[in-house]
């Protein structure tokens, strides 16, 4: 199937290289990072986890949601979402490497990186999110793809594949609680050490995901001949509706245990992140901008005629993503290190070279995802011909 | 020369386990000065170190001098830096010592005087835990340990150490320090030729002087602070009750940082 990638339009090529522009830029940054060390960040001894490891974070979650499309259709029978589940296990692929890769930038000395593997260390949560996450890839590597040729071969796909298949669902869960648990279990650390972490991280990754396939099906329309459908992109808007609310909720239930109980430490971080902490304020216009976000999709979610209208779906899968990223990719783990261990409040914001390793990353994930959705659409066009 | 050959693994093992070679390892296999340590200091048995702080024999100039004591015994550089800052012995006043502890009706002695402070080497370590490669470990002694040469880098027991007492090798000592304003700031550096620099990209802590400890010497910073003023530091084994950390904690209140967390600090502050 690898040589339908290889057939395609001026416009297909164009986005090939474009983002292979962005790759090189970030490859160069990260040559300059590589020989410089970490320093040309903006961590530092206090907010020692930044940009990267933030994008870890929100794209495990993007990974993980591939398995809304999955569930239904190999546990409920909805068939519709044959159509697009290898959209949804493209979609966990790409951005599984991007966050693999995330990791690997991060690292102050990525040669010695298999000392993970040839120190194994399973009290080390860092231990068993490298195997769920790797086990995940393979998983809708394997399914996806043999899915797929089953489908250009006018077959069913095979009983591993389906049993692989099912795996993969519960595995899709696992690979978040276990990001989470990255967090969640540090003593000292206020705004993560919460027991609800693991499910606001499910809650913002089902409907952060969905709604980035919805305007990926909404591309895919637009320049090819295939059509996603019409009711899977409604059904899939009723679980960014559902998601989006959990995910707002769960976040209330946070800001409630800490304002209400009164405990410094469980409202620094907010106070942090919303008004500014000893004068620090540098997130505080973001997180206003993801809360008016998060307000407007909820809106059009909720709503039955915005939500069904396609156009304003759009815009309200948007403000989801746009919402959701400033949360898990902003607010998150720069919260998390404010204030330090001393009570003290240290600025952290990405310099240039990290911003572009950072696009470099995001370029390599949306290349992956052209040249697999590519084959994906070729076989569909195929099979409908 | 009295070493056989028990004596000999196990101290070829620890220095393994220090990561000492070269000029570090052939000191302590010195003859003579081996069997001396091991004879007159016991201190290579201890079950579980420890450090008590008085800080009522402590002030600005000893905290001071204790720091550089320890900072040019294992060359940590002054990177001119807080973001970049390697910290292994430090200061830091009551209120950020000690957050939450504080009050407004506190004397002016602890509101403006100072706090020594350095890794807790805690007994119940989530450094330790945290780390993917066993880079650092809590050694049976109780020391917290770190092997610089297995680091990765991923800095995440810094992200669970809740006393901020891991420092990371943004850039290359090495190589940062031959830059114009640093090599003034730190113009001897190496200050230490028998203590390994660093690389950049790995985690480094206080040690309790690991390698010290293993010739029959006291930590560097007890040794400077009891030049001056005796017991300002006290050293020793928590689990020997005839030992001199014992005898001070039993005879006065000493306090611990964050003790509600659970994770057994092993450094105490009598206040």
Request: contains cysteine.
């Amino acid at each position: 199937m690898l040589e339908t990638a290889l057939k395609g339009r001026q416009i297909y090529w164009g986005w090939l290289i474009f983002l292979l522009a962005l790759i090189g830029a970030g490859l160069g940054c990260y040559i300059y990072q590589f020989h410089e060390g970490l320093r040309i960040t903006g961590m530092g001894r206090d907010v020692s986890w930044g940009f990267y490891i933030a994008q870890l974070t929100y794209l495990v979650g993007v990974a993980a949601s591939g398995v809304m499309v999955v569930l239904p259709y190999y546990i409920h029978d909805y068939k519709a979402f044959g159509k697009i589940t290898v959209l949804g296990e493209f979609l966990a692929i790409s951005a599984i490497v991007m966050c693999g890769l995330f990791v690997f930038v991060d690292l102050g000395n990525p040669v010695r990186v298999m000392n993970i593997i040839m120190y194994p260390s399973p009290r080390s949560i860092l231990f068993w999110d490298m195997i769920v996450l790797n086990t995940y890839l393979l998983l809708n590597l394997f399914v996806g793809w043999n899915a797929l040729s089953a489908e250009r071969k006018g077959v069913k796909y095979g009983k591993v594949v389906k049993t692989l298949a099912y795996i993969s669902i519960p595995w899709a869960f696992s690979i978040h609680t276990v990001t989470a648990f990255l967090y969640a279990g540090l003593p000292g650390r206020h705004y993560w050490l919460t027991a609800i972490m693991a499910a606001r991280f499910l809650s913002s990754a089902f409907c952060s995901g969905p709604a980035l396939l919805i305007l990926l099906c909404l591309i895919v329309r637009r320049v090819t001949s295939f059509d996603p459908g019409k009711e899977q992109i409604r059904t899939l808007s009723g679980i960014v509706a559902y998601a989006m609310i959990l995910n707002v909720f769960f976040f209330l239930l946070e800001l409630f245990t800490a304002f209400y109980s009164q405990i410094p430490g469980h409202m620094h971080t907010f106070e942090f992140l919303f008004a500014g902490l000893e004068g620090h304020g540098r997130l505080v216009p973001w997180m206003w901008t993801a809360t008016g976000f998060a307000i407007i999709s909820l809106i059009l979610l909720i709503v039955p005629a915005t939500r069904r209208n396609e156009d304003t779906l759009a815009v309200a899968c948007a403000s989801v993503i746009i919402a959701t990223w400033i949360d898990k990719g902003l607010g998150l783990i720069i919260g998390g290190f404010t204030p330090n261990p001393f009570d003290r409040v240290t600025d952290y914001w990405p310099t240039a070279p990290e911003v572009m390793i950072t696009i470099g990353i995001y370029a390599l994930g949306f290349f992956i995802l052209t040249v697999f959705y590519k084959i994906a659409v070729s076989v569909k066009e195929e099979v409908v011909a | 020369m009295g070493l056989d050959r028990r004596n000999f693994l196990k101290i070829a093992g620890l220095s393994a386990l220090f990561g000492l070679g070269g000029k570090a390892a052939v000191d302590i296999f010195a003859p003579g000065e081996l069997e001396a340590s091991m004879e007159a200091v016991p201190l290579t048995e201890g079950k579980r170190w420890a450090m008590v702080i008085d800080i009522q024999k402590m002030d600005e100039e000893l905290m001071n001098k204790v720091t550089k004591a320890c900072h040019r015994e294992h060359n940590v550089p002054d990177l001119g830096n807080p973001k970049e800052e390697i910290k292994w012995i430090w200061k830091e006043d009551y209120e950020h010592s000690f957050p939450g502890q504080q009050h407004h009706y506190i004397g002016d002695d602890f509101k403006q005087g100072s706090f020594l402070l350095l890794c807790n080497h805690c007994s119940n370590p989530p450094c330790c835990r945290v780390c993917p490669t066993q880079a650092t470990w809590q050694r049976e002694d109780g020391i917290v340990m770190m092997d610089q040469h297995r680091c990765i880098g991923c800095r995440f027991c810094m992200a669970a150490c809740p006393f901020g007492a891991r420092s990371f090798n943004w850039g290359d000592p090495r190589r940062v320090l031959r830059k114009e304003d640093l090599k003034k700031l730190n113009p001897d550096y190496p200050t230490n030729r028998d203590y390994p620099t660093r690389s950049k990209g790995v985690v480094e802590k206080c040690t309790f002087c690991a390698e010290r400890l293993a010739k029959g010497q006291i930590p560097a910073c007890v040794e400077a602070a009891n030049k001056v003023k005796e017991n300002a530091l006290t050293f020793g084994d928590l689990a020997d009750p005839d030992s001199d950390v014992r005898a001070v904690l039993r005879k006065h209140y000493s306090i611990r940082r964050k003790p509600e967390l659970g994770t057994e600090p092993n450094v105490f502050y009598i206040v």
